[in-house]
């Protein structure tokens, strides 16, 4: 599975195409092959495929969510271990303002039906705040081309509104 070692290698900065291979099963291979495409692109696809991930690093365990707010942040770990009837997470962590809680699997599993709560409210408000509850459903096939383009053409003009609302206008009566 040399793909994977040369994806990685890349991912990580190595200028060298290492001839590295490993065993994988066959499943394993074309479930990661797709994603190690998409990690290897080029441009701004590429880029934040790698950055979505890259915490990936620094984690003990496989990360089943994260949650950022604006101060604090949590992540929820597994993998998923079965009990009964319920699949209940490893652990998790909490850091909020110099605080850092280590969660056991019922804490973590708690806070993230919490959370999962909190931002199915979110969503719904969102929804009904914006009038958007009757939407028409997805364009099949998705355009991602000219979505891309649509959605920077509405940034830039944000941009721009945003800009011309804060510059300052220089007259007559201007000291």
Not at 161 to 172: Q, T
Request: overall charge negative; hydrophobic content about 40%; proline content about 6%.
């Amino acid at each position: 599975m040399s793909v994977i070692c040369n994806a990685l290698a890349r991912i990580f900065g190595s200028r060298e195409t290492p001839n590295l291979q490993f065993d994988a099963e066959v499943q394993t291979e074309a479930f990661m092959l797709p994603i190690i495409e998409k990690l290897l692109a080029k441009g701004e696809d590429g880029d934040t495929y790698r950055a979505a991930v890259n915490f990936w690093r620094y984690a003990e365990r496989p990360p089943l969510a994260i949650y950022d707010g604006d101060v604090s942040h949590c992540h929820i770990d597994g993998p998923l271990q079965l009990a009964g009837d319920d699949a209940l997470p490893l652990g998790g962590e909490v850091f909020s303002h110099g605080v850092t809680i280590d969660l056991d699997p019922f804490e973590a599993n708690d806070l993230r039906n919490h959370m999962r709560a909190a931002i199915e409210r979110a969503i719904l408000a969102w929804l009904a705040d914006n009038g958007r509850r009757d939407s028409s459903p997805p364009k099949n096939p998705y355009d991602r081309e000219t979505a891309d383009r649509e959605a920077k053409v509405l940034i830039a003009d944000w941009v721009a509104r945003r800009e011309a609302k804060h510059s300052v206008v220089e007259g007559p009566d201007h000291v």
